[in-house]
């Protein structure tokens, strides 16, 4: 289960990822 904590530190180190990825 991903909790609403998990899922935020999730979406905000997919950002992340995405912006070096660039």
Known sequence: MI?????KKIFVFK???LK???
Not at 3 to 7: A, E, F, G, P, T
Request: charged content about 35%; proline content about 0%; cysteine-free.
């Open 15 to 17: 950002i992340i990822y």
């Open 3 to 7: 909790s609403m904590k998990d899922r």
């Open 20 to 22: 070096t990825k660039n």
